[in-house]
């Protein structure tokens, strides 16, 4: 074959290439659907650049080879943008967006509701990408808005934008297009690379928004493909350029032609209807695989916003309406070293108090030594403290920018600061615990957890009560509560006749309790609440399950060893036994599954996609068939209910199209916790 026509044949094939490097990339980073292997990806990948390298002059502007990066940049240059990248006014409350819609009706002289289109704000960095004759020409940050700086060969390594746009028929693809978007570190990118610094020994980024814009402001285009960046597109600033009328139709048609547009975008008519999806991207804030910090309202139609105009600032045609913050700066003033009802011992930071999104927080966990040590936490140091939902408050990372000098190491104890028996790491995990079974921190956090929500949901009898009923010797094991005599609570500090009463009247009611219910309350390590209702379903009685070894455990449908040993070890001391005889002498009935109960979540249909954090995926299937629910593993109008875990994908998208009911994990633990099995 002549050196030419081997030419020719490479360079169609490259095109070959190129196509299905391109095709597989939307299935994965726009449609979240991919249809081939990673391995497979690879191999396409190795072809393009073996064929590039052999013929340099046939790497095209396009190729998907520019995701990997080009040479170092002894700069970034500058780039004018030719509309101005304006920003968007703040709003924080309902009352806000009233007065914003009112202040639109005035404007337009209209007293008709307007139509919004509404976008989750996610927070990264805003970019703008213009495209001439469909090929990604130059991309750039907003920099002061008119003038940005050139960022092309780091906005190509990100796989979500597309280097070349695909139009059809209906849509043909303009001359000029500026495109804008966020580009965002999903949060489990952000927590794996600030792993990385920490073991390269370089500061750690506050926050996925700041390690986007450290990734993206990389001379180095290689190392910004390393980074896992994401996109999503949110508008045109030259949208007369292609047929859409409004905001809704414009995102439709950039989906089309190859931008990935958020999942949580909604069109909004009716009245109420924009705060509805406020409250409703608000409550899957947490459950997201990234950082959303408000919702955008925009007026939808392009003719109105021409209408309404800008101010210097910003649109009058929209309005980030923002979410709580979650962080705030404090300061560290002393470490608590908590022991918890499985001996793990975990240090908590005693903070100044700092408001954060209306509760003032003034512990916050630091997890564990390990933690700790990569923090590089001292007493004294101003640190970033994050309340993110129900989660428990937890330092991200010191300014050590502010430290004096006073600021002094963190101490983690070699013995229990309750027992003072030695503490022990338990291989291969980060916690370190105290394995004296018989330490009184930990006894008086199992009686915490028996009466707590968790377990008996005794009323009554919170953490504080608990601690004082322990602090006076009054109860000592679980079976004490069963005693308990309204007389002797009353003498009590701070008890009156009544409260006395109504406490053993709640305890008196839960004298006859079904199994799963008592093995959870228990606490006993690595048994929740869904293996308790596996063993539960498995035994005939309590006694029986008491017998078993850890052999039998197995046999339990989503047993495995680890949990096996941890039954058998409680079940096999003689206190458990001891106790759970003077329960039955208090009168206490465990009364075993009925096989004819009454199936709260019959006719509900489960669907889970993304991750879930506190539970696996089998055992969250677990505890809806237990409650006589279904669970479906692909989206259709069967469905009744979609929990979203975390980087929820392709699924939830579908779900949200079909306007199906959307659970964050937290609801959904709330909702099978509610109803009994
Ligand atoms: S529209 C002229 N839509 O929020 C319109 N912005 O404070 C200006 N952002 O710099 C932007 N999601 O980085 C718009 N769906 C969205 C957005 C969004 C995030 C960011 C963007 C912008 C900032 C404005």
Redesign the pocket.
């Known amino acids: 074959m002549s050196k030419e026509t081997e030419k020719l044949e490479a360079k169609a094939r490259l095109e070959k290439v190129r196509e299905l490097i391109r095709y597989h990339d939307h299935r994965y980073h726009v449609l979240d659907d991919p249809v081939i292997s990673d391995g497979e990806y690879d191999l396409l990948f190795q072809e393009l650049l073996a064929l590039e390298a052999r013929y340099p002059d046939l790497v095209s502007a396009d190729s998907p080879s520019h995701r990997l990066g080009g040479s170092v940049a002894e700069g970034f240059t500058a780039v004018r943008h030719v509309h101005p990248?304006?920003?968007?006014d703040?709003i924080f409350s309902t009352i806000e967006f009233q007065s914003f819609q009112e202040k639109l009706q005035r404007f337009l002289r209209t007293d008709l509701p307007l139509r919004f289109m509404t976008?989750?704000?996610?927070?990264?960095?805003?970019v703008e990408l213009v495209y001439r004759q469909g090929f990604l020409h130059t991309g750039s940050t907003?920099g002061d808005g008119l003038i940005g700086e050139n960022i092309t060969a780091q906005l190509k390594t990100v796989k979500a934008i597309p280097l070349r746009l695909q139009g059809d028929q209906d849509i043909p693809i303009p001359d000029e297009l500026y495109v804008?978007g966020?580009v965002f570190l999903s949060k489990q990118g952000f927590q794996r690379l600030n792993q990385l610094r920490h073991q390269q020994g370089e500061p750690l980024f506050a926050n996925p928004r700041n390690a986007a814009a450290g990734s993206l402001r990389q001379l180095d285009p290689r190392i910004t493909a390393r980074r896992p960046l994401d996109f999503?597109v949110?508008?045109v600033a030259n949208p007369e350029v292609l047929p859409a009328e409004g905001q809704e139709a414009l995102l439709t048609i950039l989906s089309r032609i190859g931008f990935p547009v958020?999942p949580l975008?909604k069109g909004c008519g009716l009245p109420g209807e924009v705060e509805q999806q406020y409250q409703q991207v608000l409550a899957l804030r947490h459950a997201l695989d990234y950082e959303v910090d408000g919702l955008?309202v925009?007026v939808d139609t392009f003719a109105l916003q021409r209408r309404l105009g800008?101010t210097a600032r910003?649109?009058r045609w929209?309005v980030?309406w923002k979410f709580p913050a979650t962080q705030a700066t404090t300061k560290i003033e002393a470490v608590d070293f908590q022991v918890g009802r499985t001996g793990v011992v975990t240090p908590v930071a005693l903070l100044a108090p700092v408001e954060i999104d209306g509760v003032v927080v003034q512990r916050a966990t630091l997890h564990n030594q390990d933690e700790m040590k990569r923090k590089d936490l001292r007493l004294g140091d101003t640190v970033l403290v994050q309340r993110a939902g129900d989660v428990i408050p937890e330092v991200i990372k010191a300014v050590p920018e502010l430290r004096n000098g006073d600021e002094q190491p963190i101490m983690f104890p070699a013995s229990c600061p309750e027992c003072g028996h030695p503490l022990a790491r338990v291989q291969g995990e980060a916690a370190i615990r105290c394995v004296n079974e018989h330490c009184r921190a930990q006894q008086q956090q199992r009686l915490i957890y028996f009466a707590g929500k968790s377990g008996l949901d005794l009323d009554g009898l919170g953490k504080k009560n608990v601690e004082q009923l322990v602090r006076s010797g009054v109860v000592g094991d679980i079976a004490d509560f069963f005693f308990l005599d309204a007389g002797q609570l009353a003498s009590l500090e701070g008890w009156g006749e009544k409260s006395a009463r109504n406490v053993v009247a709640a305890i008196e009611d839960r004298k006859r309790i079904p199994l799963a219910r008592f093995l959870a309350a228990l606490g006993i390590r690595h048994v929740g609440e869904v293996t308790a209702a596996a063993l539960a379903e498995h035994f005939t009685s309590l006694h029986e399950l008491m017998a078993a070894d850890e052999e039998q455990f197995r046999r339990v449908d989503g047993i495995g060893e680890q949990v096996a040993a941890s039954l058998s070890l409680f079940f096999q001391d003689p206190d458990v036994h001891r106790m759970i005889e003077r329960l039955e002498k208090a009168g206490l009935v465990v009364v075993a599954a009925d096989k004819g109960r009454s199936q709260p979540l019959a006719g509900r249909v489960f669907l889970f996609t993304g991750s879930l954090q506190t539970m696996s995926r089998e055992e969250a299937k677990r505890s809806v068939k237990v409650r006589g629910g279904q669970v479906a593993n692909t989206v259709s109008e069967r469905v009744t209910d979609v929990v979203v875990g975390e980087k929820a994908g392709g699924k939830m998208k579908k779900a949200h199209e079909l306007q199906l009911p959307l659970l964050s994990e937290r609801e959904f633990i709330q909702l099978v916790s509610a109803v009994e099995e």
């Open positions: 990248m304006l920003s968007l703040n976008e989750p704000k996610v927070d990264g960095l805003a907003r804008r966020e999503f949110y508008g958020s975008v955008v925009k800008f910003a649109p929209a980030a």
